[in-house]
């Protein structure tokens, strides 16, 4: 089977840091993703890692070691409005191929 | 441009009616995916096409679903015999094919389905 693990909750503060991290183990990988999504939202993509390192983007950073199965989403000057479910997803075959996603960690930003 | 549109975006049915779920993927994109999203939960995969072939239908429950995208673009998700466990909400995703593996898939908002 496939299994992805991250964190259920987490509470930062606004203005800090907070690092949300993500272990898995599936049957293939070819691809770590994040996507945010809000109450009531559609789930919209945030990074994509391949390869090994970090991919920065804007105040979003996603980090990759495939020799550990771990990777994490980085998200920097915490917003109010980050608060919202993340969920990293794997993709498990190459190509356009369905991603499997984690349960999602939900991050509430508090003043 | 527009997104991925789904409809209806909520639908009350009663136990063992049939419901058909449509999705209209972003112009131009090949792939095509369905997923199930439960309360609290990631997207759970049910199945997907690259234009009108159906790649995968491994993710189905069962016999009572099917999907359809018999010209490449819109698609349609059949529930028959609804079951109150099929309540959920069923999420359209999309993704155009450049071959680099890394295509972002989008999503729709959803139809929100609720089995009496």
């Known amino acids: 089977g496939q299994s992805l693990e991250q964190p259920s909750e987490v509470t930062a503060v606004e203005g800090a840091i907070v690092q949300i991290n993500c272990t898995y183990q599936?049957?293939?990988?070819?691809?770590l993703s994040w996507y945010q999504q809000h109450d009531g939202g559609a789930p919209t993509f945030l990074s994509y890692?391949?390869?090994?390192g970090l991919e920065e983007t804007g105040r979003f950073s996603s980090f990759l070691s495939r020799s550990d199965s771990y990777g994490y989403l980085l998200l920097q000057e915490l917003q109010m409005k980050d608060s919202a479910s993340y969920f990293c997803?794997?993709?498990?075959?190459?190509?356009?191929?369905?991603?499997?996603f984690g349960k999602g960690t939900r991050l509430s930003v508090i003043a | 441009g527009a997104g991925v549109s789904q409809s209806p975006r909520y639908k009350v049915t009663k136990r063992g009616q049939d419901v058909a779920l449509r999705c209209d993927p972003i112009?131009?994109?090949?792939?095509l995916y369905w997923y199930r999203q439960a309360l609290g939960q990631g997207p759970e995969f049910l199945t997907y096409?690259?234009?009108?072939?159906?790649?995968?239908k491994s993710g189905l429950p069962n016999d009572r679903f099917s999907a359809e995208r018999p010209e490449g673009s819109i698609s349609t998700l059949t529930i028959q015999r609804t079951e109150q466990r099929d309540s959920a909400m069923y999420r359209c995703?999309?993704?155009?094919?450049?071959?680099?593996?890394?295509?972002?898939?989008?999503f729709g908002p959803g139809t929100r389905l609720l089995v009496l």
């Open positions: 995703a999309s993704s155009s094919q450049s071959g680099l593996g890394r295509e972002t898939q989008y």
């Open positions: 599936t049957s293939g990988f070819y691809g």
């Open positions: 890692n391949a390869l090994d």
């Open positions: 997803a794997v993709r498990v075959n190459s190509g356009n191929t369905p991603l499997v």
């Open positions: 112009s131009g994109h090949v792939s």
């Open positions: 096409f690259n234009y009108e072939a159906q790649q995968d």
